[in-house]
């Protein structure tokens, strides 16, 4: 029902895409308002989505807490990282119990390539519990599609220095290799790409990049490796 919905709305947004250029002001008046109602449709769907998700989680965290006991530090593991055999800290592991429906609201925008929402979600987490490592990997993979460089630089730096989970350490080492390539310093970049790859050598996008940093250094290709966080 939903894909027919939005089949639909894609077909109408390129038919206006389409003749917009060549349309009067009156033409374009009308393509305004119908953009706009296609917009309101399309929020609405979003809004109600992000509502399914959380109280979804809600749900599936209520059914944890009554088959598993919290443990001492008064939290329940209520999304796992990527890969479940690798060790991990409590950092990783621990999401504090009020903050797990604003880091669901968060994914939610993330994976709807919403970025500027999903920042002010994984935000409030950090600004509340700083220590949460999970909320500071999508704080920091959120700023990198949004360009903010410095910040993104920033959490990446906390993160590897708190975390014990390769991958994370790994996706945390290629991020700021990204972000030294984007500044044009190839040589830090190679040796951070190489860093990442040795601590988890299954995540190909470091060996990508560093292809990328040698044989393509003024038309780069980068894999920030924010295709990982769908998977959560």
């Not at 920042?119 to 949460?132: A, D, G, L, R």
């Not at 906390?158 to 290799?177: E, R, S």
């Not at 050598?201 to 560093?210: E, R, T, V």
Request: charged share 20%.
């Amino acid at each position: 029902m939903f894909q027919h919905m939005f089949s639909s709305m894609n077909d109408m947004l390129d038919q206006i895409i389409e003749q917009y250029g060549d349309a009067d002001s009156k033409e374009k008046q009308l393509y305004e308002e119908q953009m706009n109602e296609l917009k309101k449709v399309s929020d609405t769907f979003i809004e109600q989505w992000l509502e399914f998700e959380e109280k979804f989680a809600d749900f599936k965290e209520q059914q944890g807490e009554m088959s598993n006991a919290p443990n001492s530090a008064g939290a329940v593991p209520s999304i796992m990282p990527i890969s479940g055999k690798a060790t991990c800290s409590s950092a990783d592991l621990e999401i504090p119990d009020e903050l797990a429906s604003v880091i669901s609201k968060g994914q939610g925008y993330y994976k709807l390539f919403m970025f500027s929402e999903a920042e002010m979600q994984f935000q409030t987490v950090i600004i509340q519990s700083p220590e949460c490592n999970l909320a500071r990997l999508f704080l920091g993979m959120t700023n990198m599609h949004l360009q903010n460089w410095s910040e993104a630089q920033r959490h990446f730096q906390m993160l590897i220095a708190t975390t014990d989970f390769p991958k994370w350490l790994a996706m945390g080492y290629n991020a700021l290799g990204c972000i030294q390539a984007v500044h044009m310093n190839m040589a830090q970049a190679e040796q951070l790409f190489l860093k990442a790859h040795d601590v988890c050598p299954s995540f190909k996008d470091p060996m990508n990049n560093l292809k990328s940093c040698q044989e393509t250094p003024k038309q780069l290709s980068l894999y920030f490796g924010s295709t990982e966080l769908c998977c959560l």
